[in-house]
């Protein structure tokens, strides 16, 4: 039983690992060949040999700028008020379970929020302003999650020692709690903002275009992304399309990829030295 167990447990470990892998070079395979200097130049098109990926590559740029500097400060400042300042009451804690639970809602429910406040209530449209706002109430309770978890690695003995000298409760915050955490919570604010580049359930509810001949120049501009290019280039039938859209997986992951590397040389680079 023992064995059986272990070759099960064993089993299951290399799937986890070997599938990803096979996806991966499936991928490269596919869409190496079709990746080119006019393939981040031209826009998208129905003919494979003329379509690129500039729209949706500015779109998803543009989005995840809004993103950051829409979710990250207010974000922060929710997580310094619950963890410095709120508390330890039932109410506190009630918000604190909720967050928690907003952290692991499909993003689709996020999706059908934005089209019913940002889309129709607020009249903002299919515009960069609409999904970046969905995107951020996505991110924010994970960002929320990860600049606590940053506050609570502060040692205690600092914020007594400064209490001890006469500071303030917002001398201590700003002037010892916050840039100890910094790293931490840049690196997370970050690790979310990747996560939000790959989504495409959400700006597909509140109805982004999935072809569009133009680059936004705007907030208020309609736009696209890379994950709802691949969508539509993979349901075309033609095979160009297919390896046009694993072309864009590469760069996706390649975006992806260099943003998780950018939060980990944040974080190590403002990791205070002993």
Do not use: C, K
Not at 225 to 237: A, E, G, H, K
């Amino acid at each position: 039983m023992d064995r059986a167990f272990r070759l099960l447990v064993g089993g299951a470990a290399f799937l986890v690992l070997f599938a990803p892998v096979v996806l991966l070079a499936d991928v490269l395979v596919d869409g190496m060949g079709y990746i080119s200097g006019h393939f981040f130049t031209n826009y998208a098109s129905r003919f494979p040999e003329r379509a690129g990926i500039r729209a949706p590559l500015l779109g998803t740029l543009w989005t995840l700028g809004l993103t950051g500097i829409l979710s990250i400060p207010v974000s922060v400042g929710a997580a310094v008020y619950l963890e410095e300042y709120a508390p330890r009451t039932r109410v506190s804690r009630m918000i604190q379970a909720n967050i928690a639970n907003l952290a692991g809602i499909p993003s689709i429910v996020y999706g059908i929020l934005g089209l019913a406040l940002f889309v129709q209530a607020l009249d903002l449209g299919r515009s960069v302003l609409a999904g970046a706002l969905t995107l951020s109430i996505l991110i924010m309770p994970v960002i929320i999650l990860e600049a606590q978890e940053a506050l609570r690695s502060v040692p205690p003995g600092l914020r007594e020692g400064a209490y001890a000298l006469g500071a303030s409760r917002w001398q201590v915050v700003r002037h010892q709690v916050l840039p100890l955490a910094l790293p931490g919570i840049l690196s997370g604010s970050v690790r979310a903002l990747s996560r939000a580049a790959g989504e495409a359930a959400p700006l597909l509810m509140i109805g982004v275009l999935s072809f569009i001949a133009f680059t936004p120049e705007s907030p208020g501009d309609p736009f696209t992304v890379l994950p709802i290019q691949v969508f539509t280039w993979v349901s075309r039938p033609r095979e160009e399309f297919q390896g046009l859209a694993a072309a864009a997986i590469i760069v996706l992951l390649g975006l992806i990829f260099a943003m998780n590397v950018l939060a980990i040389v944040i974080r190590n680079r403002l990791r205070p030295r002993a």
